[in-house]
């Protein structure tokens, strides 16, 4: 049977404790030249110095335009990806330090939900196979009976009729694609998901329903996520705390309603700025903030800070270092040395 737990309980006792912290981490692809011998001539610096940490039952967003590092930080995380340099540790464990057997019994604790229902599913595998594989590897079941038992309730929890076990991916929906997704990551009681980019594929109507799931799933089985997408609307209704990332950095973080009500990097302003609203009065009366330039490549990241090239407040000072994040207020960090500065600039709204 799947495992619930009193969430109000471990809340209140356990609210204060961080789950996973990410200590400076790196990583770098590198870039080769040659066919026969083949020579490293630079790298993509993916993700280049990133830092957070995610308490226990909390949902943190992590969000930015494509290309800023956001999937390869959860796949880094879950060491799909062996990081460059830094540390992630879970539960007390450093997962870049862990091989073998040692990782395979940490991935109980550590699920994916995938961008894409249909790149994600096996079309070969029914659905009862797809969710029951991890009870298989796990070797979570003794028995076929009980093995029926699991993936019926786990198709049951996740919205779907234990009848469709017998169907393959191509006779279900996105949405109800994505459910099997959702139920495969749930299959082993895992305590930490990350969700990548989980409805961007999926029609709004249908972004709602597994949003809803997810926040019910969570509020059910004591979940943490770190929930990855670029759209704000739906980070902004999910999520606790937002991390915003641009070219490898994390260049803002801080609770959920302080971010979007007062945001300080110049690029969360940008960001935010974009964002329609239904108010069309609103809408109309409202100023945007329209970066100049392209995004930079990650082979070739400008010196300093690394926003400086499009930023409409940048000084001399923003090209010889990147900065820190710092905490300008209680639990709200930015990286940027003029980010007070947009008390003199353009409003957003």
């Known amino acids: 049977m799947v495992q619930t737990q009193n969430r109000t309980a471990a809340s209140t006792t356990d609210a204060g404790d961080v789950l996973l912290e990410v200590k400076d981490l790196k990583m770098y692809f590198p870039v080769t030249s040659g066919i026969i011998f083949q020579k490293k001539v630079a790298d993509v610096k993916a993700v280049d110095g990133v830092t957070f940490s995610i308490k226990k039952g909390e949902t943190l967003g992590l969000v930015g335009e494509s290309g800023c590092g956001k999937t390869t930080t959860g796949r880094a995380i879950l060491q799909l990806y062996k990081p460059t340099e830094g540390h992630v540790i879970f539960e007390g464990q450093d997962l870049t330090k862990l091989k073998g057997s040692e990782m395979r019994a940490m991935r109980r604790k550590i699920q994916v939900i995938f961008q894409d229902p249909y790149g994600s599913l096996n079309p070969r595998m029914t659905c009862g196979d797809i969710v029951g594989e991890p009870l ?116 803002e973080l801080a609770d959920r309603t302080e971010l979007y009500e007062n945001p300080l990097h110049p690029y969360t302003r940008a960001l935010l700025s974009a964002v329609p609203i239904p108010d069309p009065v609103v809408e109309a009366q409202r100023t945007r903030i329209i970066l100049t330039g392209d995004v930079p490549s990650p082979m070739n990241p400008p010196p300093g800070c690394v926003f400086h090239t499009r930023c409409p407040i940048a000084i001399d000072d923003c090209q010889i270092e990147m900065p820190e994040l710092r905490e300008v207020s209680p639990d709200h960090w930015v990286a940027c040395i003029r980010a007070e500065g947009w008390n003199e600039g353009t409003p957003i709204a």
């Open 136 to 251: 298989t590897v796990h070797k979570l079941t003794s028995s076929k009976g009980e093995y029926r038992d699991r993936v019926s309730e786990l198709l049951e929890v996740t919205g779907l009729n234990p009848y469709m076990a017998d169907r393959y991916p191509h006779e279900f929906s996105g949405g109800q694609r994505q459910r099997i997704g959702i139920a495969r990551a749930l299959a082993v009681n895992p305590s930490f998901i990350v969700c990548d980019e989980p409805v961007s594929a999926l029609d709004v109507s249908i972004q709602a329903q597994v949003i809803n799931l997810l926040e019910e799933l969570q509020e059910q089985f004591d979940l943490t996520y770190l929930f990855i997408a670029h759209d704000l609307s739906v980070v902004r209704h999910i999520s606790d705390r937002v991390a915003v990332m641009y070219l490898g950095h994390i260049v």
